[in-house]
């Protein structure tokens, strides 16, 4: 409270100096008929002013006869009137002329216009709000400001320290309850009356921004934001106000990289995927599983961009941290449905994650030590304001825990990760921006010495961004991702061997956003190649008998047209329709077995093949997507939200495991498997309570999905040359609930969600190999039907800060033993129905407290603090059930990764 | 071939304070299963075809065995085996009957008594001919290395090694019964024993994935020093299978969900198809196999010192009381038996213990010696 009241007080008495100072600019003298540049250097001599301008724009121009002028500002007034150019003069005496826009700061308007209120009677104005306004600007020519109808503002939305810019911030007028949310580029455009408006510019993370504009003209208002966390000046981490209203998607949620910086940690280290895991309707199937499941989609129907391109294994060591540092995230998008034509390929969900540019302005960096990883990041301008760089590297030093232990197999075990990201942004002007970036991850781990498994994954990208004017953008990108694994074997000199895999996509973008009076239109194009290494099998040295062997490559394009607009219909409703036209080609080399179509597929039910030679088409696949929502403004407090959509995937993970392990196989889309189909209905309601500082919604969906795939049972998918014969065709269904309640202001934070969801298949073969539990729907691996997430931040002060958050959720499905039989004198075991039985519900409170060491700006180093406990109540939540035969008994066994609580420090430091 | 990544996660996760409880699971089914245990060989008197039903689980009753059924195996050439019931569930073929490599054998399954319907048929399966074991041997294998806490621990590391020439048998399976001798340390009548025990693991291997149809230093069998097996001589006797692809791929996929299950990177269980089906219910549920196979044996002993082996019968675990006297004992030969009596020096005591098995080596084996046993010279 104490910190509002002086804030106030702050903006007053700036407001009240400034006014003193433009009336200071007094003159006397006539200029009348004085060339403009002569005039200029006389003002400059006479009074402590600077003027800056082009001398193009002032060629030829005299003053004219302003005899009732004894004010610098009048004579400016009347000179420009009727011309294209604009000024203002800031508090220093700096006088800036603009040409064809204007951007007045603390400007001091028309005394006689009384429709345009004097900027000092913002601050009172809106009652019972935490609303003031910081600067004013005018916007047009003040003498257009009885023309009638409305006018279009445009601008940027960049951060002050880095000027990146942010996107997905909400700008809204509380008074009309109109809004709208700046894109990728910052860019944000608005349509509004003329007149007086209060813009508020929010985002979770950073400074709440509010302009007071005396709207004339179409015109551009560019905007600074700067980061909470940063300068930490400021102990308000303001709202994501009013975003929920505003977006035209159901089940789109942004991530600010300072508010999951907040988070407890699993093991020192933020982590973008454990964030996301804390959204409604995102669930995992356990603790250190790779991989999340959204809305009742399976992990492999995730799309995680990086640089726009795929990332295609999300995790390193197993899950227990993601591949992408959060160094290099600036922000991230999740959305759950709602998916914008712009994206495909995937049905569930689509993880956007921004990434940063170098700061433009100086060197920078951030440096973190934790118990099992270090990382490293720098950033700065190789040539001021145009060229850019930001280098982030990663790594762990777990081998040192293994070497320690002596159990001999543990001893001799090693597992070891490192991801290294970097990005260079050339702005050559402010029409075009270039970037390249790569990155790269890499594990490793070995068990026991004689079986060591590998995996990578790269992407390069080249981004070019060009605006070709304030309305219209566009942006092409190229890029390259490609996963692969290998195991490589020497337990028996004679059978070493390697086996690998690898998925490698090209993919271009073109995409073009056009605003349109109050359409904003985007529309482009998609193309991603594909080739895949299913898998070869090489003998590992010259002593191996083993064969080499080697599944012939697929190759395959999947393309893209897409076009959607946004529109407002009238006031209160608007529109996104939308449309992908997605389409996928296989193509050979390729042999496709036939089978007899009486039996089920198998090695002995092949009667014939199909040669396909290189290049031609052996499978297409077609169709449109359609993207569909209606927003609804109920009034300024509240809105409802309807959309469909439709998704189609042509890209597999061939898992037959409950999670998603690193050795999983990537498969297109052939002569057999069809392309996965998703449809999605969601409906929402969204409400701001309590003077905006609460934020309710409720979301309901239900999703369909068509050809998702089952394995027939025990079979092995490695090396697996004919895929089809062990595949089951499934049907999936999903419904849910979710509900949101989150107080996003004040000192005190907290939010609560929980999810009421439900996920079942079915199959839908024939043949009694590919019917699973007689082919009655049974709830997927990861239904879990409640679940609960409280999260709580207390932000004591500048210097400390406490987080803490509960997850509750029923246990996942699983299949248990029921029967045991013997057969040649072992004992086998037969299951009940497929997730017939639960696992233990779960349930886990982590806390953390961060202290920054010294917030002296003058420090060379911020160093910080960071302690956690994750699993603070010790709760032995069960990761897997498992049962193992001893002697002529079956026992179950359960295992709690975390079978008590951790506790971590980090210490980073900001340089 | 390839070990799941189960294995390396939970060893790291056990250096991540991870836990592990023990319980029963509490399953509500209690259906019972047709098992069928069948075997076609090109050898005489190993034919046989069992059938049981499932037992629930953690139950430790013996095996619910199915009598009163016809049992048939017709080939290809359209000749008809009938088989008759010589045990409870077992049903065997006449005496001089034997498989015949590159016949395709189908078993039918009827029963006229207890239930209408009970009419199950195997598809049709080929004897693929088997070639000999080239060699079964062992190599000493160092559990614990001496040092100055542990004393030096030994297994036996069983190996088998076989070709094919003629490039025919792709799939093998292997079953052993393993027989040894132990002597109980104690002055009593059956003091010798022979004892034996069938494998209990799924051995397979295929060639199909190998430049030449040739399996080197395959791990049959480890033999740890935990039990008395190589304390005085041991054999093993290895029966070599050939299998067909298909009946190759039941036992992987057994093998990949019999392991262990439940984990996060583990396949997910389902029950194994069979090679049997009803004709009632084409989707009704039968467990079991009808395996066709020609076999090949061969037998090897092992004599030979392993440091650390250990023997069931120790004075801690047998002797129960040293009693002054020669008798009479409370209980004797009930719940108390005689492990040596000595009258020099006097005076004169009896030594007693409360584990039959201690004083008689025929609880546990038998004491009449295998004919195939050749004791050293």
């Known amino acids: ?911 | 071939m390839i070990k799941r990544a189960q294995i390396v996660l939970i060893s790291v996760l056990l250096l991540l304070n991870s836990c592990i409880t023990q319980f029963i699971p509490k399953t509500s089914e209690d259906k019972e299963i047709l098992v069928v245990e069948g075997l076609i060989t090109d050898q005489p008197a190993m034919s046989s075809v069992k059938l049981s039903k499932s037992l629930p689980l953690g139950g430790k009753s013996a095996a619910k065995t199915l009598s009163g059924c016809l049992i048939t195996v017709s080939d290809d050439l359209g000749s008809i085996v009938n088989f008759t019931e010589s045990s409870p569930g077992t049903y065997t073929p006449p005496g001089s009957f034997t498989g015949a490599s590159g016949r395709f054998y189908t078993l039918h399954i009827k029963s006229n008594s207890f239930q209408t319907g009970f009419n199950y048929e195997s598809f049709p399966v080929e004897m693929k001919a088997v070639p000999p074991i080239d060699s079964v041997y062992y190599e000493k294998k160092t559990i614990v290395e001496s040092d100055n806490y542990n004393q030096k621990q030994e297994g036996c590391q069983i190996f088998v090694n076989t070709h094919d020439p003629s490039d025919n048998c792709k799939f093998f399976r292997w079953e052993y019964t393993e027989t040894w001798k132990f002597i109980l340390p104690y002055p009593v009548k059956n003091k010798a024993c022979w004892v034996s025990s069938n494998s209990d693991i799924i051995n397979i291997k295929s060639t199909s994935v190998l430049g030449d149809d040739k399996i080197s230093r395959y791990p049959l069998n480890f033999v740890s020093n935990l039990s008395d097996r190589l304390r005085v001589k041991y054999s093993i006797l290895v029966n070599q299978y050939s299998l067909n692809e298909d009946e190759y791929l039941y036992w992987e996929k057994l093998q990949n969900i019999s392991e262990q299950v439940g984990g996060l990177y583990d396949i997910i269980p389902s029950s194994v198809p069979s090679n049997m089906f009803s004709f009632a219910d084409p989707n009704e549920k039968v467990l079991g196999y009808f395996s066709v196979s020609a076999i090949t044996s061969k037998r090897i002993f092992i004599r030979d010192f392993f440091e650390g082996t250990v023997t069931p019968y120790t004075d801690e675990l047998c002797v129960a009381d040293t009693i002054p006297g020669l008798g009479p004992i409370q209980n004797l030969n009930y719940s108390v038996w005689i492990l040596s009596q000595s009258s020099i020096p006097p005076p004169p005591y009896t030594v007693t213990t409360h584990e039959k098995g201690c004083s008689d080596c025929t609880v546990r084996g038998t004491n009449v010696k295998p004919d195939f046993w050749l004791d050293d010279k």
């Open chain 1, 1 to 911: 409270m104490k910190f509002k009241t002086q804030f106030l007080f702050y903006l007053i008495l700036s407001i009240s100096v400034n006014l003193g100072a433009q009336e200071k600019y007094r003159i006397s003298t006539n200029y009348k008929g004085v060339p403009f540049d002569d005039f200029v250097s006389a003002v400059e001599s006479a009074l402590p002013v600077k003027f800056f301008y082009l001398d193009e724009w002032v060629k030829d121009m005299k003053l004219g006869d302003y005899a009732d002028c004894t004010s610098l500002t009048c004579i400016m007034d009347n000179l420009f009137k009727g011309t294209s150019l604009y000024y203002y003069i800031d508090n220093s005496g700096n006088v800036v002329i603009t040409n064809n826009y204007a951007v007045k700061v603390n400007a001091n308007p028309s005394e006689s216009d009384n429709k345009y209120l004097p900027p000092t009677e913002y601050s009172g104005s809106v009652e019972n709000q935490r609303i003031e306004a910081n600067t004013t600007v005018e916007i047009g020519n003040p003498a257009e400001k009885n023309k009638p109808g409305n006018v279009v503002i445009t601008g940027y939305i960049t951060n002050k320290v880095t000027k990146e810019p942010v996107s997905g911030v909400t700008v809204f007028i509380q008074k009309l309850s109109a809004g709208t949310i700046s894109n990728e580029y910052g860019f944000y455009t608005l349509t509004l009356p003329r007149g007086v408006h209060l813009l508020q510019y929010s985002f979770v993370g950073m400074k709440e921004k509010i302009v007071g504009l005396n709207l004339y003209g179409a015109g551009d208002l560019n905007v600074d934001m700067i980061d909470v966390l940063i300068p930490l000046k400021e102990t308000v981490i303001s709202a994501q106000k009013s975003i929920t209203l505003r977006r035209f998607e159901v089940g789109a949620e942004k991530i600010n990289i300072t508010s999951f910086k907040l988070l407890p940690t699993s093991m020192g280290e933020s982590d973008i995927i454990k964030s996301v895991l804390l959204i409604p309707g995102v669930q995992s199937v356990g603790e250190g599983s790779a991989g999340f499941n959204v809305r009742g989609g399976s992990a492999d129907q995730n799309l995680i961009l990086l640089y726009g391109a795929p990332v295609y294994n999300s995790s390193h060591f197993f899950g227990f941290f993601s591949a992408v540092n959060t160094d290099i995230i600036k922000d991230a998008t999740l959305y759950k449905g709602g998916i914008p034509s712009r994206y495909g390929g995937r049905i569930s969900s689509v993880l956007d994650i921004g990434s940063k540019e170098g700061n433009r302005k100086e060197f920078a960096g951030n440096a973190g030590i934790s118990p099992i990883t270090t990382h490293l990041s720098v950033e700065g301008p190789i040539i001021k304001d145009t060229l850019t760089y930001i280098l982030t590297a990663r790594t762990t030093y777990s081998n040192w825990i293994f070497g320690m232990i002596k159990d001999p197999a543990l001893h001799k075990s090693r597992a070891s990760f490192y991801d290294l990201n970097g990005k260079m942004t050339w702005s050559p002007d402010k029409n075009n921006k270039i970037d390249f970036s790569a990155y790269t991850s890499h594990d490793a781990f070995r068990f026991n010495s004689d079986t060591t498994y590998r995996y990578n994954n790269n992407i390069f990208a080249l981004k070019w961004r060009h605006f070709f004017n304030s309305r219209f953008f566009s942006s092409f990108s190229l890029n390259n991702s490609s996963y692969n694994y290998d195991i490589s074997s020497k337990y028996l000199a004679t059978e070493a061997f390697v086996l690998s895999h690898r998925i490698y996509s090209t993919g271009f973008k073109a995409d073009f956003n056009w605003f349109l009076g109050r359409n904003e239109i985007n529309f482009g194009l998609d193309l991603t190649r594909y080739a895949v290494s299913p898998g070869s099998y090489l003998p590992y040295n010259d002593s191996s008998l083993v064969i080499p062997h080697t599944i012939r490559k697929e190759h395959a394009l999947e393309g893209a047209l897409y076009v959607d607009d946004k529109f407002q219909l009238t006031d209160f409703l608007s529109v996104n329709a939308g449309i992908r036209m997605s389409s996928y080609f296989s193509f050979g080399p390729q042999t496709v077995m036939l089978y007899n179509p009486e039996f089920s597929k198998s090695k002995s039910t092949v009667t014939d093949s199909l040669n396909f030679n290189p290049g031609q088409i052996s499978s297409k696949y077609a169709g449109p997507e359609f993207r569909v929502s209606f927003n609804f403004r109920i009034s300024d407090k509240n809105s409802f939200k309807i959309n469909y959509n439709r998704t189609r995937q042509y890209i597999h993970l061939l898992s037959n495991s409950t999670s998603i392990a690193p050795t999983d196989i990537w498969k297109l889309s052939d002569y057999y498997l069809k392309p996965q189909i998703g449809d999605q209905v969601a409906a929402g309601f969204y409400e701001m309570l309590f003077r905006n500082s609460f934020e309710a919604s409720a979301e309901v969906y239900y999703k369909e999905i068509r050809n998702m795939l089952d394995f027939k049972g025990g079979t092995n998918l490695i090396m697996d040359e004919n895929i089809e014969k062990d595949v089951v065709n499934m049907k999936g269904k999903a419904y849910g609930l979710e509900l949101v309640l989150k107080k996003t202001e004040g000192k005190i934070r907290y939010s609560l969600g929980y999810t009421y969801s439900r996920t079942f298949i079915k199959s839908l073969g024939t043949f009694s190999d590919e019917v699973i539990n007689s082919g009655k729907w049974f709830p997927a691996n990861f239904d879990k039907p409640n679940d609960l997430v409280v999260t709580f931040n207390y932000l004591f002060s500048r210097r400390l800060s406490f987080s803490s958050n509960y997850t509750w959720s029923t246990g996942r499905p699983i299949t248990y033993p029921i029967a045991t039989y013997i057969v040649s004198d072992k004992l086998l075991v037969t299951y009940s129905d497929r997730n017939e039985y639960r696992i233990p519900d779960y349930s886990r409170l982590d806390l953390s407290l961060r202290i920054s060491g010294n917030l002296k700006s003058h420090r060379i180093a911020h160093p910080f603090w960071t302690f956690s406990v994750y699993n603070v109540l010790g709760r032995q939540n069960v990761y897997s059930i498992y049962f193992k035969k001893s002697g002529q008994v079956v026992n179950g066994f359960m295992l709690s990764v975390f079978g008590r609580a951790i506790p971590s420090v980090t210490f980073s430091f900001d340089f």
